[in-house]
């Protein structure tokens, strides 16, 4: 199980990639389907109620033709069942360019936030993984960034960058957007949509 709710879980299947399901029910939904995502532990998994958050490396199949490889920050709301692999986004966030994601978080309103990390390349490197730049603060310059509502079309407001990021560390409540920088708990209000 990489996360959990009252309302839902989700966990990693080898086939499907991130599988959600609504507890008491026997519904599987595929969230990811080959998408490559961070393994466990995920920390770019969150679910708040019926509602999923995830991040996906899109290899090959970016929103611009232009370039190939992107990353989607998705929330799925498991109550609406699709037969497509990628289960039913709410919404989606589309970086037109490769990123790692080191942590997501939604809320029951539908609020997301995420700390991005640069993508580094490296010859040979799994680019599946955290390593090595989205692991600890202080391993590249890392970005905090924030969406109020459910429309796809809304703009990521950025809240802080730096080297001191902890790029494990966003979490929403209360209509605040909390994270570390320096070693030290820094939170903003989301915008309103």
């Not at 992107?70 to 986004?89: F, K, M, P, Q």
């Not at 919404?91 to 991005?116: N, P, Y």
């Amino acid at each position: 199980m990489l996360a959990s709710s009252h309302d839902a879980v989700v966990w990693s299947a080898h086939r499907y990639g991130l599988v959600g399901c609504l507890r008491g029910t026997d519904r599987r939904t595929p969230l990811s389907g080959g998408d490559v995502t961070f393994g466990p532990p995920a920390k770019d998994v969150d679910v708040a109620g019926p509602l999923v958050a995830y991040a996906v490396n899109e290899i090959g199949d970016g929103p611009d033709p232009a370039i190939s490889d992107s990353t989607a920050i998705r929330v799925a709301d498991l109550r609406h069942r699709n037969e497509s692999i990628y289960g039913r986004s709410e919404f989606q966030v589309d970086r037109i360019h490769l990123v790692k994601v080191g942590s997501v978080a939604v809320d029951r309103r539908r609020r997301l936030a995420w700390i991005e990390c640069p993508d580094a390349v490296q010859e040979g490197a799994d680019p599946a993984t955290a390593r090595p730049n989205c692991v600890h603060a202080g391993d590249s310059v890392n970005t905090v960034y924030v969406v109020a509502g459910r429309h796809a079309r809304l703009a990521p407001v950025q809240l802080d960058a730096g080297e001191g990021v902890d790029p494990h560390s966003v979490a929403i409540r209360g209509g605040k957007v909390y994270w570390t920088r320096d070693g030290k708990r820094r939170h903003a209000a989301v915008p309103l949509a």
